[in-house]
């Protein structure tokens, strides 16, 4: 019988392994079918762990085999600011979402090894042209005008007309997100994570390029709403974990993107008085939004009362959902499925990479989720 073979590793990359996948000891020897006791003394010594176990270990933990081998553990992840409820924050980030974090910012280093850092900076000059007006202060905190709203609006190339031509809300957050990418050059991501946790996060810090990552469990209403929530974050410089439905009266800033996201999709001049839900459901598929945001909109333009507007909203909470669609028989081409989680910018990105010898082909194909041939079929 051959014998079973054992490696030695260093017990504090295992555990940092562990944290950064966002597990409690006990959660992974449950998966490996062993004792919470036998885990917990292969993070203490690192010593005696089955080549199998490891094997298994690295697949939940979304980590190549290699890494286990290092010396001292990486640098830990560095995370979105969380601008969540507390009652929601405090239950930390699931492992789904902690995997989205890791593979957007790997996206990211990645989009900024093959272009180099001076060309995203040069990307994003129209920054310049968006420095938060001055004139109002809510607590503190710069508000945005509505010649921000006007701008963005002309920067991305769709007026309020074309919106409401939408082919539904499939077509209208396709047309939103590639816009977005074209015009500012952000990209945007869809990951699947839990659905109460978060509706999205985005990374804006100190180098370029910027990303906007989506909830792909959420309904389609609620993502177009998400993404230009954290494009409100972003024209702010700040890199943030969202969730905006649910939100404090102390939480100004979440307060101030919600508004901003509201007013872009809804202007003023188009906020119309709703009779009743009915009424409401129609105007809200018009302009491609989900009935709480119109519902909201026409609060804040006192067309509905606080009583009325509360009394609406909780009917419409207590409506079930509708149901989601149903996945097609088989399975998307792999292209089709990477573009629809990575984006059209991306993936173009990574094919131009790969044909001009930037980066080879098994970067390419690890950045894609895609097999060579995938890749090599689309020269």
């Keep these: 019988m051959p014998q079973t073979i054992k490696i ?9 392994a562990r944290e950064e996948a966002g597990y409690k000891a006990e959660d992974i020897a449950t998966k490996l079918h062993i004792p919470t006791e036998r885990y917990s003394n292969w993070e203490n010594d690192g010593k005696e762990i089955p080549l199998g176990m490891l094997k298994s270990i690295a697949n939940y933990y979304k980590r ?7 010396p001292t553990p990486p640098p830990k992840l560095k995370t979105p600011k969380d601008f969540r409820n507390l009652a929601v924050s405090q239950a930390g980030l699931s492992p789904d979402t902690l995997l989205a974090m890791r593979r957007a910012h790997k996206y990211l280093e990645l989009a900024r090894k093959i272009l180099g850092e001076g060309y995203w900076i ?7 042209e968006i420095v938060p007006i001055k004139s109002g202060l809510k607590k503190g905190i710069q508000v945005f005008d509505e010649k ?8 991305l190339k769709i007026t309020i007309d074309q919106q409401q031509k939408f ?12 816009s977005i990418e074209r015009e500012l050059g952000i990209f945007v991501f869809q990951f699947s994570m839990p ?27 609620r993502r177009i709403f998400t993404l230009f929530h954290e494009l409100a974050h972003i024209f702010k410089h700040q890199s943030g974990i969202c969730l905006p439905d649910i939100i404090s009266e102390k939480q100004d800033i979440e307060f101030e993107c919600n508004d901003f996201a509201g007013k ?28 709480e945001v119109y519902l909201r909109r026409n609060f804040e333009r006192r067309f509905v009362n606080k009583k009325d507007f509360f009394g609406i909203l909780k009917e419409l909470k207590e409506q ?19 573009k629809s989680i990575r984006g059209e910018k991306f993936y173009n990105l990574i094919l131009d990479a790969v044909y001009n010898n930037k980066i080879d082909y098994t970067t390419a194909s690890d950045a894609l989720g895609m097999g060579f041939h995938y890749i090599a079929g689309n020269e």
Excluded: H
């Design 8 to 16: 030695q590793i260093k017990p504090q990359v295992l555990q940092w």
């Design 64 to 70: 190549q085999l290699a890494v286990f081998l290092l």
């Design 122 to 128: 040069n990307q994003y000059g129209w920054q310049r």
């Design 148 to 155: 921000i709203t006007e701008w963005l609006r002309g920067k």
């Design 167 to 178: 082919f539904g809300y499939d077509d209208a957050f396709k047309k939103w997100r590639n």
């Design 195 to 221: 659905e109460k946790e978060l509706d999205g996060f985005c990374y804006a810090g100190d180098k370029p390029p910027y990303a906007i990552i989506i909830n792909s469990d959420t309904f389609k209403p």
């Design 264 to 291: 872009f999709l809804i202007p003023d001049t188009n906020v119309y008085p709703i009779k009743n839900i009915k009424d409401l459901g129609e105007v809200a598929r018009r302009f491609k939004v989900s009935r």
């Design 320 to 338: 079930p959902p509708p149901p989601k669609k149903g996945k097609k028989p088989g399975a998307p081409a792999p292209p089709i499925l990477s």
